[in-house]
Nanobody, 118 residues
């Protein structure tokens, strides 16, 4: 089992920045990819950013709508994945979920609300 605990999020004005953190615990060596997804009201959950392998250098992918504005990073010593969000737009408003994938199942955090509004 893997547990994911998110922090960060909140209310920010358009054009502002915000950071999210996700700490993984448990059987993290079973994980080959970690990242962030988001889900806005009435929409499907979508990929924000992912990075392969929490324990070694990996490949990064971004959703088209956030590429160039968001940055995913990780601290292996702290088992933590970060999402730095810049130039935020109202359409970035959603619940953001930390995600981890093993070969047999997916794990999800509880979600954290990000609201972009003036």
């Amino acid at each position: 089992q893997v547990q994911l605990v998110e922090s960060g999020g909140g209310l920010v004005q358009p054009g502002g920045s915000l950071g999210l953190s996700c700490v993984a615990s448990g059987n993290i060596f079973s994980i080959y990819r970690v990242g962030w997804y988001r889900q806005a009201p009435g929409k499907q959950r979508e990929l924000v950013a992912s990075i392969t392998s929490i324990t070694s250098v990996g490949t990064i992918n971004y959703g088209d709508s956030v590429n160039g504005r968001f940055t995913i990073s990780r601290d292996n010593a702290k088992n933590t994945v970060y999402l730095r969000m810049n130039s935020l737009k109202p359409e970035d408003t959603a619940i953001y979920y930390c995600h981890a994938a093993s070969r047999v199942t997916d794990y999800w955090g509880q979600g954290t609300q990000v609201t972009v509004s003036s």
